[in-house]
């Protein structure tokens, strides 16, 4: 095991190489130990699991090293990550009668190829991310600790309680005459997904819902263009008036209509307008459409790429919601500010029901061009010097650089033109720079994309 898995916002690797038994008990062990440390009365810790093939395993080797450390292991099985998020704000049931945990494991590969594996931590309601991850990985590197096999769990059904709130809380929904089509990609969005939309009577069709962790029919990231592709087939038919596609493990979203694919921040411009006085966080890559608009009605702040850093910036702001470009939907508003890709879906019904019209009101948006993303392979090591390097050079420009109205640093150097914006960040998941650009149209878009890319390249 390198010390690569430990990333910023979750511990991530291969199954069996780099996730394997010993450092996957460790890991475990180690993380109850710092459960007990700040809360000497914390009696369990909650696991839930993706629909990964190994998922299970994990749990195992997991629910062995917390047993090492003196903590228990409630046990939910195969759920969506925002379920295991729930299990820290409720009572959870169990044979025990309720209990509360201080923490909880999520195993999951996200939105990965099927090798991989790993697991997203909550530590008394807040991402466990950063130097805390970073130090957990320290410590589980230099151990030699051997952990003996202890599979004990304590079963809780924390699904059920959230279909029944997600129900509760939507039960005023009015969607008689609308018809709507999901994707689940053989994620676990199948697990919970099917039970809630029979509980509010609504009209549906569900693609790929059965969790298979292959992934037979597509890659389950929803923010990839190919990967939608069968649900414009659908929406194609004219029998639905909305589509939604959901990643491995339900924390991303992408909405649909027959005629666009509505982005995380265009969402951000809709859900904010249904709310009183919003204060909404977007990260760097969003739109400024998006900011200028909700500043015209409230407040809009931008912030750090990554869902850890935007959960952690929401409770510092108290904010209604925040949001990514590529589907992390943050709702603080009438809910907990964790991203759950569906409750976002009912939140985005809602407006449906409000008398919303998606089509209409994404064409009253101003027309601005958006590069896709582009990845620049690096090096770990160099990906953050570039950036320093770079900043240094936009203090003094070439002469015929675009004019620089503001630069702003909060993740990478967003700078911003008189027409537009770019980007360069690094990533903080991998060997890379991300870039992305935006102005009024594609010519002037790809000449501030030249132009900083030439920049940075010396």
Not at 103 to 131: R, W
Not at 230 to 252: I, S
Not at 366 to 383: A, G, Q, S, V
Not at 411 to 429: H, K, M, P, Y
């Amino acid at each position: 095991m390198t010390k690569s898995i430990f990333r910023e916002y979750d511990i991530r690797g291969i199954f069996a190489k780099e996730l394997n038994e010993p450092n996957v008990k460790k890991i475990g062990y180690f993380f109850a130990l710092e459960v007990k440390e700040k809360f000497p009365d914390a009696k369990y810790i909650s696991l839930g699991y993706d629909a990964r093939t190994h998922s299970p395993q994990l749990k195992a080797w997991l629910s062995s090293g917390i047993n090492k450390a003196g903590i228990e292991v409630l046990d939910m099985g195969l759920v969506a990550t925002p379920v295991n998020y729930l299990s820290n704000y409720i009572l959870n049931k169990t044979s025990r009668g309720d209990v509360k945990v201080k923490a909880s494991i999520m195993i999951t590969g996200s939105h990965n190829p099927p090798a991989y594996n790993g697991f997203k931590i909550t530590f008394d309601k807040q991402p466990f991310f950063g130097e805390d991850i970073y130090s957990l990985g320290k410590k589980v590197l230099n151990s030699d600790l051997q952990i003996e096999d202890n599979e004990t769990t304590i079963l809780t059904d924390t699904k059920k309680a959230y279909v029944d709130y997600l129900i509760k809380e939507f039960s005023h929904l009015n969607l008689k005459n609308k018809s709507f089509i999901f994707d689940c990609g053989n994620g676990v969005a199948g697990s919970v997904l099917r039970d809630i939309l029979e509980g509010l009577n609504l009209n549906f069709k569900i693609m790929y819902e059965e969790p298979d962790g292959t992934f037979p029919n597509h890659h389950p990231d929803p923010s990839e263009v190919e990967t939608l592709e069968d649900l414009k087939k659908e929406l194609a038919t004219g029998k639905y008036d909305l589509g939604f596609a959901y990643d491995g493990d339900a924390d991303r979203i992408a909405i649909l209509s027959t005629k666009y694919n509505f982005k995380g921040d265009v969402l951000a411009i809709f859900f904010a307008r249904f709310i009183d006085n919003p204060t909404v966080i977007g990260e760097v890559k969003c739109s400024q459409s998006m900011y200028d608009t909700i500043n015209t009605y409230g407040k809009a702040i931008m912030y750090k790429t990554g869902h850890s850093n935007l959960k952690a910036k929401i409770k510092e702001t108290n904010a209604s919601f925040a949001a990514e470009l590529s589907g992390h939907i943050f709702f603080n508003d009438r809910y907990y500010g964790y991203d759950d890709a569906i409750y976002s879906t009912f939140r985005a019904l809602e407006l449906v029901s409000n008398g919303f019209n998606y089509d209409a009101e994404y064409e009253k948006l101003p027309k601005l061009f958006l590069t896709d993303e582009i990845n620049i392979n690096t090096t770990e090591d160099r990906k953050f010097q570039i950036i320093d390097e770079l900043k240094s050079k936009l203090k003094s420009p070439p002469k015929d650089f675009p004019i620089i109205k503001d630069i702003i640093t909060v993740d990478g150097v967003r700078v911003v033109f008189e027409n537009g914006w770019g980007l360069i960040r690094a990533s903080n998941t991998t060997p890379k720079l991300v870039t992305r650009f935006e102005a009024k149209d594609e010519k002037m878009a790809l000449m501030y994309q030249n132009k900083l890319l030439e920049l940075m390249n010396e």
